[in-house]
């Protein structure tokens, strides 16, 4: 098991750290888009912000999964955009899908791993003073 939840952090720590790094420096080309992955990326690039902010967020992400610091808190930064990159694949690109497929089981393996730091958040509070 322990190797298990190594292998997923460091995969999906490479994923984002490579993939943010390649924003900055670009050295593995962007595929194709047509229709509407096409049309909602342009609307994404126009905002001016979002890309190197998204990137930025997935670099320092993927590099505290790398090194083991701060997992709990880089699951839960990334775990809107894991489920973003998941279902942006599965309706607009479903050719990539494997790949957030990948992501999205090591993202929920490793959350299940760290589940004794989430656990508080679900608890139902109670009106006791």
């Known amino acids: 098991m ?11 720590g490479l994923i984002f750290a490579i993939f943010g790094f390649n924003h900055f420096v670009p050295f593995i080309p962007h595929p194709e888009m047509t229709g509407d992955a096409l049309t909602y990326m342009t609307g994404l690039s126009a905002v001016g912000y979002f ?7 997935e670099l320092l992400c993927g ?21 973003h990159i998941t279902l942006f694949h599965l309706f607009s690109m479903p050719a990539n899908l494997p790949l957030a497929i990948v992501m999205t089981l090591a993202h929920g393996y490793l959350v299940k791993r760290n589940w004794s730091h989430f656990s508080e958040i679900f608890k139902i509070k109670t009106n006791e003073v």
Do not use: D, G, Y
Not at 2 to 12: H, Y
Not at 51 to 57: F, G, I, K, M, T
Not at 64 to 77: C, D, E, H, I, K
């Open 51 to 57: 890309w190197p902010l998204l990137r930025a967020l």
């Open 2 to 12: 322990k190797k298990l939840e190594t292998t997923s952090r460091i995969l999906l």
């Open 63 to 83: 590099l505290a999964l790398l090194s083991n610091r701060f997992v709990p808190l880089a699951l839960s930064v990334l775990a809107p955009i894991t489920l």
